[in-house]
């Protein structure tokens, strides 16, 4: 039995939704997923793409994604890759598949001369914390994300 991490095709957009839908789960998330396949195939594959993924496979069928895209470190004046989305399918886990997912990812970063490799991780969700630990990850306790949305961005945009 082998894996196998190899790039998002267009073909892959339905798989992706399919999975980002998955993740939600995962994440008691669920009811905030309005995405459809146009979106997915748009900002992966679409004239103002702003993101690229991975998928990984195990003997041949698709088990887990990574989708990404570029932040900037003024700080270290280069790109960081920012891992948007880690997921890997239950059934599959405990195979090194999310593991390889940020193998590569790192070396993407690497080859492309980023500074960092940054994600975020649900603070509930202690396997995720402790494998990121095990590979080295700091969590940096400091800082907060912070997001505005729906309606909350549509007013700060009207101001």
Not at 14 to 37: K, M
């Amino acid at each position: 039995m082998s894996h196998q991490i190899r790039p998002a095709t267009r073909a892959d957009v339905p798989l992706i939704l399919a999975l980002v839908r998955e993740l939600a789960v995962y994440e008691h998330l669920e009811h905030e997923v309005v995405a459809d396949e146009a979106a997915i195939d748009e900002i992966l594959f679409g004239s103002t793409a702003v993101a690229e993924a991975m998928i990984a496979e195990w003997n041949g069928a698709p088990v887990g994604y990574a989708l990404f895209h570029y932040t900037v470190s003024t700080f270290l004046g280069k790109r960081t890759l920012y891992l948007e989305d880690l997921f890997v399918r239950q059934e599959a886990r405990g195979r090194g598949i999310g593991r390889a997912l940020l193998e590569r990812l790192a070396a993407v970063a690497f080859e492309r001369n980023c500074g960092r490799l940054n994600w975020c991780v649900l603070d509930w969700n202690q396997p995720a914390i402790d494998f990121y630990r095990g590979l080295g990850a700091e969590l940096v306790e400091s800082w907060r994300v912070c997001s505005l949305s729906g309606d909350a961005l549509k007013a700060l945009a009207d101001t």
